[in-house]
């Protein structure tokens, strides 16, 4: 890094990796309550400065590490993720624990049963730290929108983590846990990644359960994982992945060994660049560095083309409909009633309702609310939502003739490196354009990974997107993997 971003405050260190860790609590060199313990010891040093984690599960932790010592002692095999500490993204619910969504309204809940990608990670081995921070219902780009305050990035404090899963993003970059999860609704997981210098994975619609996510947009709305390394968040992505009874959006295909998908070479492969991804707007730093890795790409094997992806500039405003109408649904349920926030100035049915709602509810979540309501409602419907699904069709056609004629598409993950807080609160649309490189992929239900590639002068990471069809992780997996390969980070 240049000596500008050594003067900043970084709390950045990067994780061993799980083989690594795993191989340790197998052999008998490393205990996991040992590992759990050091973990915490180190979020209680730094959170307070990063705000990254708004609960913790210390018991629920070392119980499960215990039970990792315990197999690891007698011999037994261990899961893949026997003892690894990860954290969980306030917007998945976890069994006794605090989940608010990053939100006031949401105030005292504790849920009575686990997310099934929670589930899954702790049925591996793997020990729950706790409860990250977040943009309030996941909506925003920055994680200056959660009612518990900001999280600050890690490589410079002064910084935003990105968002909305800002608090999982930072949590890796920090070292404050081995891996997290989060969720992706147009980005959600992808820019905190890159802005974090960290590897975010973005599902398949429908290749990870979304049971136990507090819901933002049902069609939109993805789980995934956040590693340091890409074989760390294929291994992750292997575990949480396959059909759930739980979620009849959940897609029965089998699951792929993606950490062995990983280590495939890339010679051959046909990678697509669109071109308008790199149009104006598109920070000159940002786009040196993603050349730098798609020349990486090209010294690897992969032959580079053209693709036309015309439709790109309409993402934006369909992507900011389809989500707020849909979100305008389901936040309906939040009223006060049954649990969370109630508020105290309640002399009536109607102004409990309405009280506790405006009390409840943050700034970006009510101007969400009210932008989908009116494009639900009478005589606009026809106009905004009915059209915006159309214009998501198109989207997603395009994105099909694309993979025609190559197997993944790179592109900027972001238009610039992590901007400062405060810089864009004032001006939402501002704050809605950090979406542009990300809202595509949303849309069309396709698949990618964001991988760094490099960092500007002043030391920020710059992310790559690797975008590849319906349930081809592995091909993502694979081409992400060879700029990580690069070492151009």
């Not at 049902?218 to 590693?227: E, I, M, N």
């Not at 849909?326 to 969370?340: I, Q």
């Amino acid at each position: 890094m240049s000596s500008e971003a050594k003067a900043t405050e970084s709390f950045v260190e990067k994780p061993k990796s799980l083989a690594a860790l795993r191989a340790g609590i197998q052999s008998g060199s490393t205990k996991a309550t040992d590992l759990a313990a050091r973990y915490f010891d180190r979020i209680a040093a730094i959170n307070p400065r990063l705000n990254v984690y708004l609960s913790l599960t210390r018991e629920r932790a070392l119980e499960q590490a215990a039970r990792v010592d315990e197999m690891a002692a007698k011999g037994d095999p261990l899961p893949p993720l026997a003892g690894i500490p990860v954290g969980i993204k306030d917007v998945l619910v976890v069994k006794g624990a605090p989940a608010t969504a990053g939100s006031k309204i949401l105030e005292g809940y504790r849920p009575p049963y686990d997310a099934t990608a929670v589930a899954r990670l702790e049925a591996a081995g793997a020990v729950l730290l706790g409860k990250l921070n977040c943009d309030e219902f996941a909506m925003g780009s920055s994680n200056e929108n959660s009612a518990y305050g900001p999280v600050r990035n890690p490589v410079d404090t002064e910084r935003v983590p990105g968002g909305s899963s800002g608090g999982s993003a930072a949590a890796v970059a920090a070292n404050m846990a081995v891996a997290t999860l989060g969720s992706d609704t147009g980005g959600s997981i992808r820019q905190p990644a890159s802005f974090c210098g960290v590897v975010g994975v973005l599902p398949t619609y429908g290749r990870v359960s979304r049971y136990g996510l507090i819901a933002y947009a049902s069609s939109l709305d993805r789980v995934g994982p956040f590693a340091s390394n890409v074989r760390d968040a294929a291994t992750l992505l292997g575990v949480i992945a396959g059909q759930d009874p739980k979620d009849a959006t959940c897609s029965p295909a089998p699951v792929p060994d993606y950490a062995a998908e990983s280590d495939k070479p890339v010679a051959g492969l046909r990678i697509g660049v669109p071109a308008e991804y790199f149009a104006e707007g598109l920070d000159p730093e940002v786009r040196a560095a993603i050349e730098k890795g798609i020349a990486a790409l090209g010294a690897a094997g992969c032959s580079v083309k053209p693709v036309s992806m015309p439709n790109t500039k309409y993402a934006v405003p369909t992507y900011y409909l389809i989500a707020t109408a849909e979100a305008s649904a389901n936040l309906a349920r939040f009223d006060g009633v049954r649990y969370g926030y109630r508020s105290p100035a309640s002399d009536t049915l109607s102004d409990m309702y309405s009280h506790s709602r405006d009390e409840g509810f943050g700034a970006e979540v009510k101007r969400r609310i009210l932008l989908g309501t009116y494009a639900l409602s009478a005589g606009y419907y026809d106009a905004y939502y009915l059209k915006a699904q159309q214009v998501r069709r198109l989207l997603a056609e395009e994105y099909l003739r694309a993979f025609n004629d190559v197997d993944a598409i790179v592109t900027p993950t972001a238009p610039t490196p992590a901007f400062k807080l405060g810089e864009k609160t004032g001006d939402p649309l501002a704050m809605y354009l950090a979406d542009i490189y990300t809202v595509t992929a949303s849309l069309a239900g396709i698949c990618g990974v964001t991988v760094p590639c490099g960092t500007t002068a002043a030391g920020l990471p710059v992310g790559m997107q690797v975008l590849a069809a319906h349930l081809n992780e592995s091909t993502a997996f694979r081409v992400a993997r060879a700029v990580e390969d690069a070492g151009i980070y």
